[in-house]
Nanobody, 116 residues
Framework: QVQLVESGGGLVQAGGSLRLSCAASGSTFSINVMAWYREAPGKQRELVASINSGGSTAYTDSVKGRFTISRDNAENTVALQMSSLKPEDTAVYYC??????????WGQGTQVTVSS
């Protein structure tokens, strides 16, 4: 099993920045993909950004140029630096990890609220 604990959410004004962090513990070997998802009220959970063990990243179009995902494989952490935040970025953000051959894991979520 893998446990994921997020931190860093909060309330920020439009145009501001926040940094989310996620620490993985437990059976962290063979985690190949870590990612951030978000779920806004009334909307489906969507992939925001992902990073694999080699450092390759991918972003949903709406956050490209504003968000940066990073990972420390030695510390089993993943971070999401969010800049130029918009009210439409308001959501609960979830950390995600996938281990090779043994399933996916989710954090408990952290609320990000961007006021206009």
């Amino acid at each position: 099993q893998v446990q994921l604990v997020e931190s860093g959410g909060g309330l920020v004004q439009a145009g501001g920045s926040l940094r989310l962090s996620c620490a993985a513990s437990g059976s962290t070997f063979s985690i190949n993909v870590m990612a951030w998802y978000r779920e806004a009220p009334g909307k489906q959970r969507e992939l925001v950004a992902s990073i694999n063990s080699g450092g390759s990243t991918a972003y949903t179009d709406s956050v490209k140029g504003r968000f940066t995902i990073s990972r420390d494989n030695a510390e089993n952490t993943v971070a999401l630096q969010m800049s130029s935040l918009k009210p439409e970025d308001t959501a609960v953000y979830y950390c995600y990890a996938r281990r090779v051959g043994s399933g996916s894991y989710w954090g408990q979520g952290t609320q990000v609220t961007v006021s206009s």
